[in-house]
DNA sequence: ATCGGTACCTGCACGC
DNA sequence: TGCGTGCAGGTACCGA
């Protein structure tokens, strides 16, 4: 479930209740070795939870030492506190104060990571949506000549989006996903940058304003509230033109587009 | 540099 | 009921 306003979401729900605990014992499910060994994070406090692009960034300390946890949710990862381990569960943080956070992972996609410093390929990412200023932004997606779509979905790129809000800030700003981006003018390359902070800041609201109500946080909250304009829209009429959102394969991907307002 | 294809996994909706 | 097909929000790797 995870594009930069879930795994936000989820950072935000779940930072308050993990910071400070100490992890008492990782267990994981054998004979799974599809992620990584976190069992060495046994014995350290978590000083802190912070989301670096779709990566969940726990930071640890132990005595002078500290390390990072990193945890990326793959397709269909899901971070549980407190809940039921279920036949998907690969990993079992037990923390003090006898709390559990449990990993499941249906596909198992995901995959964790136990680090002194945050790897060369997490810090060469591009840069975060939220960071990045419209002028560089304008900057950064003319001066390459790759499609528009695939691009919002390099994370070398931009860091954090993924299929459904690239889709989305494309259709609000008008531009066809197959639009090389160096041929795309200033002036639309600036409104899709306002259309993606528009798409992830809504997202993250929806999915704040859905988890509010929920005393143990995880990440079973699917979609939230967020409602697409196009992506899996498949057919139906487009909210701004009525014409029919067509789906195409664009880079591998299923990229949903109304054909009349993006050209 | 960039793109398409493949691979990694399981589950689901669909048509027959 | 079963079975095959295609699809699914992730990334990595290959060859062209």
Same mark, same amino acid.
């Given at each position: 479930?995870?594009?930069?306003? #879930?795994? #936000?979401? @989820? ?10 605990? !100490? ?5 994981? =499910?054998?004979?799974? @070795? ?11 406090? @978590? ?41 998907? +569960?690969? $990993? ?14 249906? =596909?198992? %996609?995901?995959?964790?990571?136990? +680090? ?20 560089? %932004?304008? $900057? ?18 931009? =860091? ?5 809000? /690239?889709? #989305? ?15 795309? =003018?200033? /002036?639309? $390359? ?20 859905? @988890? ?11 979609? %939230? ?15 701004? *033109?009525? $014409?029919?959102?067509? !789906? ?8 949903? %587009? *109304?054909?009349? *307002?993006?050209?």
């Amino acid at each position: 479930m995870p594009e930069l306003p #879930e795994v #936000e979401t @989820i950072v935000r729900a779940l930072g308050p209740h993990l910071v400070g605990r !100490r992890i008492k014992r990782v267990t994981l =499910r054998q004979p799974r @070795i599809l992620i990584g060994d976190v069992t060495g994070a046994r014995g350290f406090s @978590i000083t802190g939870v912070q989301r670096w692009g779709k990566h969940i960034v726990l930071d640890l300390r132990r005595r002078a030492s500290t390390a990072h946890l990193l945890i990326h949710l793959g397709m269909t990862g899901q971070l549980l506190l407190d809940g039921e381990p279920g036949p998907h +569960t690969h $990993a079992f943080f037990y923390l003090d104060g006898g709390r559990l956070l449990l990993y499941n992972d249906i =596909r198992q %996609f995901g995959r964790m990571e136990l +680090t002194r410093e945050l790897p060369v390929r997490l810090r060469r990412l591009g840069p975060d949506p939220f960071q990045v200023t419209e002028a560089e %932004f304008v $900057a950064l997606f003319r001066a390459r000549s790759s499609m528009a779509k695939p691009l919002l979905l390099n994370q070398l790129f931009l =860091r954090g989006l993924g299929n459904i809000y /690239a889709d #989305e800030a494309l259709f609000r700003a008008r531009i066809h996903p197959r639009t090389i981006s160096a041929r795309v =003018r200033p /002036a639309k $390359a600036a409104a899709l940058y306002r259309a993606i902070i528009k798409v992830l800041t809504e997202a993250i609201e929806d999915g704040g304003s859905s @988890i509010s109500d929920y005393v143990s946080s995880d990440g079973s909250l699917g979609y %939230f509230q967020f409602r697409h304009q196009v992506y899996q829209r498949t057919g139906s009429p487009c909210p701004v *033109c009525s $014409a029919a959102i067509r !789906r195409i394969v664009v880079a591998s991907r299923g990229t949903h %587009f *109304c054909p009349r *307002c993006q050209r």
